[in-house]
């Protein structure tokens, strides 16, 4: 072999054996990933995670957004209106905002409209509350509070002007210019709420997947841990120092596990010169 190859090809050795070793890791971690984000799916299926993470959106979207000096029960009636507009159930005075917070089993159990609703994905949940927006918005007077929440951080005097012409009949000798700022003024404010409820949306998909990311990460954690735990000899002295170990590769294992796959797939081509 010549002389001038040799360094050149121990490096490929080198390289091929760190490949081999990293490549039977990142398998095992891609198992692992798997095996978490199943336990995570049968989680969320089981409890019901994604009715819980709706109820909870919808719950703290109202309470902590309501105009100020609200009046006492002004947060029931907008969740009454906004399940009737969602749902077509009957618009119940008596419904409670706080009902959705922490429902209780039985509640859960029976099929009700609110919680068909909520167990919708995110993307089509905040569809259905676009279109009751849509409503209350061209019917001010039949959803007042409902109205008055959605329209709260409108600039101007466009909630209110809009509001006082929605209740009279077009006049008959409007000018052009009247009938335009009518139309304007409608249009800003279905705009501005399709941007908040626009702005909504993208929160709940950012903390959702947050969620299950840092979900899936705890549980690859956790199975790496108890595989470590079961897999370390039984005749070795078990400290604080290896524990100690263990955890940490655990919990960088259970971080990088959610991306093994590409890893692996990376790993594949380097070891075969691709």
Same mark, same amino acid.
């Given at each position: 072999m010549d002389a001038a190859t040799q360094p050149a090809t121990a490096l490929l050795g080198t390289i091929s054996a760190m490949s081999s070793f990293l490549l039977n890791y990142a398998v095992a971690l891609a198992a692992t990933g798997t095996l978490a984000m199943a336990l995570v799916e049968a989680w969320k299926a089981i409890f019901r995670s994604r009715e819980y993470f709706n109820m909870n959106l919808v719950y703290e979207w109202i309470a902590t957004a309501a105009p100020p000096s609200s009046p006492d029960g002004f947060h029931d009636k907008v969740f009454s209106q906004l399940i009737h507009l969602t749902t077509g159930k009957p618009l119940v005075e008596g419904r409670a905002l706080g009902s959705i917070a922490r429902p209780r089993l039985y509640k859960r159990v029976l099929i009700q409209s609110e919680y068909v609703l909520f167990a919708l994905d995110i993307d089509r949940l905040m569809g259905q509350i676009q279109s009751a927006a849509d409503a209350a918005i061209s019917n001010p007077?039949?959803?007042?509070?409902?109205?008055?929440f959605l329209t709260r951080n409108a600039l101007g005097d466009d909630a209110p002007a809009w509001k006082k012409s929605a209740a009279k009949p077009r006049p008959e000798n409007a000018s052009p210019e009247e009938i335009k700022a009518i139309a304007d003024r409608f249009a800003m404010l279905n705009k501005f709420v399709k941007r908040e409820l626009d702005g909504l949306q993208l929160r709940a998909n950012y903390a959702w997947?947050?969620?299950?990311?840092?979900?899936?990460? *705890?549980? %690859?954690?956790?199975? !790496?841990?108890?595989?470590?735990?079961?897999?370390?000899?039984? #005749?070795? *002295?078990? %400290?604080?120092?290896? !524990?100690?170990?263990?955890?940490?590769?655990?919990?960088?294992? #259970?971080?990088?596990?959610?991306?093994?796959k590409d890893l692996v797939s990376a790993l594949q081509k380097v070891k075969s010169g691709g």
């Open positions: 007077q039949r959803f007042p509070e409902l109205y008055e997947a947050r969620w299950n990311q840092g979900f899936s990460v *705890s549980m %690859g954690t956790a199975i !790496l841990f108890g595989s470590l735990l079961y897999t370390h000899s039984t #005749g070795d *002295s078990f %400290g604080a120092f290896a !524990l100690v170990k263990i955890f940490i590769l655990s919990l960088v294992g #259970g971080m990088i596990a959610p991306v093994a």
